[in-house]
């Protein structure tokens, strides 16, 4: 079983960057799907990107795209999320999470629904 711990998050102004980190540990890595989630109070979790277990094929919500960029290190045992040009509604807990069912990977949006193993979150807050 896969166990996943998130790092990185912070108190950022408008405008600034982050990158958060996702370590695994427990399991191979590269058998996983990989998701990062977000859940700002009173909001559903919502995907913001995830990436195929060999890291070839990735996808964004609309709302991030063009800002942020997911990335894995299997030897490393870490996915990344670095987070560019922040908005305060970017603020939220972020959550990474995983899966070994490949089969669902495909052009469309992250879906909570298929990830089986959740990190605790890292609170990410985008203020001046």
């Excluded at 490949?102 to 298929?114: E, G, K, M, Q």
Aim: aromatic residues 10%; proline residues 4%; contains cysteine.
């Amino acid at each position: 079983q896969l166990q996943l711990v998130e790092s990185g998050g912070g108190l950022v102004q408008p405008g600034g960057s982050l990158r958060l980190s996702c370590a695994t540990s427990g399991s191979t890595l590269g058998d996983y799907v990989i998701g990062w989630f977000r859940q700002a109070p009173g909001k559903e979790r919502e995907g913001v990107s995830c990436i195929s277990s060999g890291g070839g094929n990735t996808n964004y919500a609309d709302s991030v795209k063009g800002r942020f960029t997911i990335s894995r290190d299997n030897a490393k045992n870490t996915v990344y999320l670095q987070m560019n040009n922040l908005r305060p509604e970017d603020t939220s807990i972020y959550y990474c999470a995983a899966h070994r069912k490949s089969w669902l990977f495909r052009p469309r949006p992250c879906l909570t629904t298929d990830y089986d193993y959740w990190g605790q979150g890292t609170q990410v807050t985008v203020s001046s």
